[in-house]
C-alpha cells in the first residue's frame, strides 16, 4: 500500500508540473523515471520512455506516449489512493462532517 501511495504523489507532481507554469523537462523525467522504477518496468519499457523523453525535449513538447503512459499507471493504482495524494475527499467523510451540525449553532 505504501508504494502505492508513493507512485500516487510522484504521479501527482508529474501533473502539477506539466500543468503549472514551470514545465521542467528535468523534474518531468525525475517523476516518469521513479515511476517506472517503482513499477519495476522492462529495460525495453524503460527504453521507450528514455527514448520519448529525449524526442520530447528535441521537438520541445511533452510525448504524447509519456503522457499516456502515466495516465496508465494513474488507471492501475487503487482509487482511493490516488484520490488521497490529489487532495480529494472521500464523499461520504464529507456528508459525516455535515450532519455533525446542529441548527442551534447556526
Known amino acids: 500500500m505504501s ?4 507512485q500516487a504523489q510522484v504521479l501527482r507532481n508529474f501533473f502539477d508540473t506539466i500543468t503549472g507554469t514551470d514545465r ?4 518531468i523525467y525525475m517523476c ?3 515511476l517506472a522504477k517503482l513499477r519495476m518496468e522492462s529495460p525495453e519499457r524503460m527504453t521507450f520512455l528514455v527514448d520519448q523523453l529525449r ?3 528535441q521537438k520541445r513538447e511533452l ?9 496508465d499507471v494513474a488507471r492501475d493504482l487503487e482509487l482511493v489512493t ?3 495524494a490529489f ?13 455533525g451540525i446542529s441548527l442551534d449553532s447556526l
Open 3 to 6: 508504494g502505492e501511495v508513493y
Open 24 to 27: 521542467n523537462l528535468t523534474r
Open 32 to 34: 516518469v523515471m521513479s
Open 55 to 57: 524526442k520530447s525535449k
Open 63 to 71: 510525448s504524447v506516449d509519456i503522457i499516456d503512459y502515466m495516465c
Open 82 to 84: 490516488v484520490q488521497t
Open 87 to 99: 487532495g480529494v475527499k472521500d464523499i461520504n467523510a464529507v456528508t459525516d462532517e455535515f450532519s
